[in-house]
């Protein structure tokens, strides 16, 4: 579900110049005094200016204004509380914990709660689509698996995987699951094969199947999880016995070349950045730490691997452009950044990847992966 704040009220002035605010709800949490509040994920970081620096705020706390109105698809002109989330372990939290957050503002008026997330497939496709279809070719010649079995993709996105299992696996079946309805229209839209089926589902509320699925996979998106030992331990469930869990998700920290470059230079002109720059935010995203992981799901003969991809851009118009599509860190970071300060941005990268002008840009992605089975 979406939320849109078009205007705010008793609110920091820095706030008010930076809606309209689009709110992707994430997850309901009981408070002490009602059920309902939110967490939600700006599309777009809030610049929030304290008295000792930028800080950038990705996540939001929402709730209705009134105790005897919910959040709900459809509702227009909903009066709501914004809350800055300033500690992402509240992210993981099962209750609200208010000290976490900076009350920020009351009286909000969004314009329209629909639903639908806020990622567009084109968008996603142009950033990242393209890499990994890529990635998700390697990662089904790690697994090697045996022709026929029945499939579950989790957080199928635009379908890089799905489409991937079809082309090079012999599946009997694949479900592709996706909590963004826009995701799975266009993977219903885009594969036309019959042994896909797209369905609105996400870690935690998977499509069942009796017997449990033969291979489940999730490509990019552990890192996306609140508790990703709840949900690997759920995907271990929805296995039959003797299947198998796989997933990948990018090397941030390393040789995901393209971000690593961007954050570097993003950092290096305004520190704030540090804050959403991916190696920070997901550490999950370590050979180690998912073997840790998929273990304490209770996952058996745990492997990690490493799965390497030349990302090649044409010019740098190439590779800069993706970033101006607002979906996903980078691009909603970009999105936060004022004419100047993005322009700043863009000479920087484009004096460090094309100094001698156009040609093409080569670099690496290298993603991790694991696996294990119950
Ligand atoms: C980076 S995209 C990866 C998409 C696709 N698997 C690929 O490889 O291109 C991350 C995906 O995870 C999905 N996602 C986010 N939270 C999720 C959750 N809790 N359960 C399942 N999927 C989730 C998002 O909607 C998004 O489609």
Redesign the pocket.
């Known amino acids: 579900m979406q939320l849109t704040i078009t205007a705010v009220d008793h609110a920091p002035a820095d706030l008010a110049e930076q809606v309209p605010l689009t709110i992707e709800l994430l997850r309901e949490i009981p408070g002490t005094d009602r059920p309902d509040y939110w967490i939600g994920a700006l599309r777009t970081p809030i610049r929030w200016r304290g008295n000792d620096g930028d800080r950038l705020i990705t996540h939001v706390v929402v709730v209705a204004r009134w105790q005897d109105t919910r959040i709900a698809p459809g509702i227009r002109d909903l009066p709501v509380g914004l809350a800055y989330v300033t500690d992402p372990s509240l992210l993981t939290d099962p209750k609200l914990d208010m000290s976490k957050c900076a009350y920020v503002a009351i009286g909000i008026s969004s314009e329209t709660a629909v639903d639908g997330?806020w990622?567009a497939g084109t968008a996603y496709e142009d950033f990242?689509?393209r890499w990994?279809r890529r990635v998700?070719e390697r990662f089904i010649e790690w697994l090697a698996p045996e022709p026929r079995l029945t499939w579950l993709d989790?957080?199928?996105?635009?379908g890089?995987?799905t489409e991937t299992i079809c082309r090079h696996a012999d599946p009997a079946a694949v479900v592709a699951c996706?909590?963004?309805e826009p995701?799975v229209e266009h993977v219903r839209a885009r594969i036309a094969d019959p042994r896909v089926q797209a369905v609105v589902g996400?870690?935690?509320a998977l499509p069942a199947r009796a017997g449990g699925y033969d291979r489940i996979v999730s490509?990019?998106?552990l890192n996306?999880?609140p508790d990703p030992q709840q949900?690997v331990a759920g995907m271990l469930e929805a296995l039959r016995s003797g299947g198998v869990v796989s997933a990948y998700v990018w090397d941030y920290a390393g040789r995901m070349d393209f971000l690593r470059l961007f954050w570097e230079e993003a950092v290096a002109l305004d520190p704030a950045a540090a804050g959403v720059d991916e190696r920070a935010r997901f550490p999950l995203c370590d050979p180690a730490a998912l073997e840790a992981l998929f273990r304490g799901a209770g996952a058996r003969d745990v492997r990690s691997g490493a799965l390497e991809i030349p990302t090649r851009f044409a010019s740098f118009e190439d590779y800069w452009r993706p970033f101006l599509g607002e979906t996903g860190p980078a691009p909603s970071y970009v999105a936060s950044l004022d004419k100047a300060a993005r322009a700043r941005l863009r000479a920087r990268l484009e004096h460090l990847l094309a100094p001698g002008g156009s040609g093409a840009i080569d670099l690496v992605a290298r993603a991790w992966t694991v696996r294990g089975g119950r």
């Open positions: 997330g990622h990242m689509g990994s998700a989790i957080g199928c996105g635009t890089a995987l996706d909590p963004s995701f996400r870690a935690g490509g990019l998106v996306f999880i949900a």
